[in-house]
Each structure stands twice: as C-alpha cells, then as structure tokens.
C-alpha cells in the first residue's frame, strides 16, 4: 500500500525519495501511529514533505489516494471519546436555530466573562455554558448564530466572531499549474508598458525610415526595451472560509506572478486591520504595520483585494469585531484608508455573484468600495482589470 501511495505522490510532482519512504516504514513499524487516519495523514506529511508550500499538493494528492477510506488498512479502529462527545451535539432543526438569540458584541463578552468567572467543570451538549456541541454561544462543535469558539476544530457553521486559539495559515502555491489560461489574458489587460532605460533595442521601423530618407544608406536607429510598468498591491484573505477556495486564488496569485513585474502580495484574515504578513509561517512575529505600507507605496500602485467577505458585521463596523484579536479601529476604517490612497482599486470575490445579497458583511463592504466588487471568474475578472485602467 506505501509503495503505491508513494508512487502516487511522485505522480503528483511532489518531491518525495526512497529515503523519507523508508523512514516513514520506520515510524510505522515504531508504531507512532496505530488507528487514525488522520494521524497517518499528520505522521506521512511530516515525514515526506519538507516544504509548506507543497502542503496543499499533498492535500490533494492524499485525498484522492484514500477516498472513501476512513482507517488505515489491517488496523482495528477504535471511536475516541472526543467523536462520541461531538456527535452528541444538537441537529437542530430550522425552527430551532431562528429561536436562539443574536447577542450582540458587548453583551456577548460580557456573558463570556460571567461564564468564565461562575464555571467549574466541563461541560457538553448544553445551552449556556463553555463547551462542546450544543447551542451554548461559547466553546465549540456546536451551534450559535454568534459566539465565541474556544479551542477545538469549527463545526462548519462559521458564525463565530472571535476565536480563542492560535490559528495557522499555509501560504498561497504560487508555482501551481494555471487551470485556465483566461486568468492570464484577463490580467494582461491591465498591463501596461513603458519605455526605459539605455537605447539597446533595435527600433525596426524607425531603422527602415530613416534608411529610405538616406537613399538607401543604412541608418540605424535603437530605442530603449519596453518594461512592464504597472504596479499592483495584491491583498488575499487566508484562512477560514476561504479555504474553499485555495485553488481558485493560487491560479490568481501565480497568474499575477507572472504578468506583473512589479507586485506586492500581503496576507490578511477577513478584513485588513493595523497588520498584515508576507508569510504565514510567520504571521504571529513578522507582521508588517498597514500604516506603514500606506506611506511606502505611491498612488500609482493598483490595488486588488481577495477574499470572500462573509465575516461577522463586527468586523467591518466594530472596534473589537476582528475574530481573532482586539483591533482599535474597526475594519472599515482601514478599508477607507486603503482606498484614499490607492483609489483604484477592487475586490475580487470567489463566492458566486449571486450569492452576495445574503451575506450582510458582503453588502457593507461592497458600499465601502463603491461597488468595485467583482466575482473570481474569467468574465468578472475582464470587468475588474477594465475598472483598474480607468
């Protein structure tokens, strides 16, 4: 089965050798891992991929490897008692969910902060204290039109407004193979060229010009190469939702890679507050002030944002609104900011344009641009790249 799966990996241009298989067959026969599937996935990346920008591909690779298996073969599988927990949570019928309340941000830290003083024990399955499954606003696996989930993995709601735990994003694959060439056409619209520099190039017409106004003699003329000139700020939320949509924005990021000779891509999580990163590994300890790319960058440059959206309207309009810490100044105010100094500008969305009626934070962020807002798709891109020229 390992030689098969890592044949299949080669197959999929990751750079694994018959070194690190064997140290996997080690690991193995060491018994690091005994039932889990995911823990073998965990163990085999480990093992077999020595760099995060090949996370994704491996992704991949692994799913379509061993889909539909859910343990490793020739093991017994046992339930850990963390599943069992989860799946007590409450399948919560429509009638159910309209019937629990919307807190608000004050009066939900201040809920969070009475629980966290009168809680003793843990809990599971219930309404109102920290825990697991339910419908309690605080803790996770469970169900609340706004909370605050605490540790744990999301249960695939995607309702909290802040979470109270460490979170690692992997960096964009910028080397991916483009899935369709018309990302590229559709960026080179923008393009725009310039001339530079030392007269090295061999300016064919004005050669053949002025050769016939001399009768004949040659007359050689040379102009400067053409440069790529235009300057774009390439801003991508990661993590979250959007990890829906990796693939369609590392087709982007590696399209713009190459059609852009000058392009700065920093990353930001749901909406840009007073930071952003250039990597993810680092996101925690090398981020870099917005106010300082507001003043290094002229007003020259284009500005293209990517995300989805589909955040808590805290986000946008809340001091404190930012999921992940507390943030001075809410999210819109950096986004006016943003804008006054790069005012071409525009937002590529992956969601469906369609979609976009239903998602509150969507409809604020869309008034905030002047609905400069564009769905990441061949046609909306040509809609995007024709509003950056004007």
């Known amino acids: 089965m390992l030689i098969d799966f890592f044949l299949h990996l080669k197959t999929r241009q990751l750079p694994v ?15 690091l891992v005994e039932f889990s599937l995911d823990d073998f996935y965990l163990l085999a990346r480990a093992v077999l991929v020595k760099d995060e920008a090949h996370y994704d591909r491996y992704d991949r690779a692994f799913a379509e490897y061993f889909k539909g298996v859910e343990a490793l073969p020739g093991l017994a599988a046992a339930i850990p ?7 007590a949570r409450r399948h919560l019928s429509e009638a159910d969910r309209q019937k629990l309340e919307k807190l608000g941000l004050d009066k939900l830290f201040e809920q ?5 003083a009168e809680q003793k024990e843990r809990h599971a399955g219930g309404s109102k204290w920290i825990g697991t499954g339910g419908s309690s606003p605080f803790g996770h696996g469970g169900y609340h039109p706004e909370g605050i989930r605490i540790g744990g993995q999301s249960a695939g709601n995607r309702t909290a407004v802040k979470v109270w735990e460490k979170r690692e994003f992997r960096n964009l694959d910028d080397s991916v193979e483009l899935g369709a060439r018309n990302i590229q056409v559709a960026l080179r619209r923008l393009r725009r060229f310039a001339r530079q520099g030392a007269a090295t190039e061999l300016d064919l017409d004005g050669t053949i010009a002025g050769t ?22 390439l801003f991508l939320d990661i993590g979250g939702s959007m990890d829906d949509h990796i693939r369609a924005c590392e087709e982007l990021f590696s399209a713009a890679r190459s059609e852009f000779k000058h392009l700065e891509h920093f990353y930001f999580h749901n909406c840009v507050y007073e930071g952003v990163w250039k990597d993810n590994r680092r996101r925690h300890d090398e981020r870099l002030a ?3 790319l507001l003043r290094t960058y002229g007003p020259d440059y284009r500005l293209v944002l990517v995300g989805d959206a589909s955040m808590s309207p805290y986000e946008v309009s809340h001091p404190g609104g930012s999921v992940e810490h507390w943030n001075e100044e809410a999210g819109g105010v950096w986004l006016q900011r943003l804008l006054q100094t790069w005012p071409r500008a525009a937002w590529l969305n992956p969601l469906p344009e369609k979609r976009w ?5 969507i409809r604020m962020i869309r008034e905030l641009l002047g609905e400069r807002m564009f769905p990441l798709s061949p046609e909306g891109l040509e809609r995007a790249m024709r509003s950056l020229v004007k």
């Open 81 to 87: 008692e963390e599943w069992l927990r989860l799946a």
């Open 290 to 292: 917005t106010w300082d």
């Open 17 to 31: 050798s018959t070194k690190e298989l064997l140290a996997l067959l080690e690991a193995l026969e060491a018994r």
């Open 112 to 116: 969070f902060k009475q629980r966290l």
């Open 212 to 233: 016939a106004r001399n009768g004949g003699w040659l007359d050689l003329h040379l102009r400067p190469e053409r440069h790529n000139a235009v300057k774009v700020l």
């Open 357 to 361: 009626g239903f998602t509150p934070s």
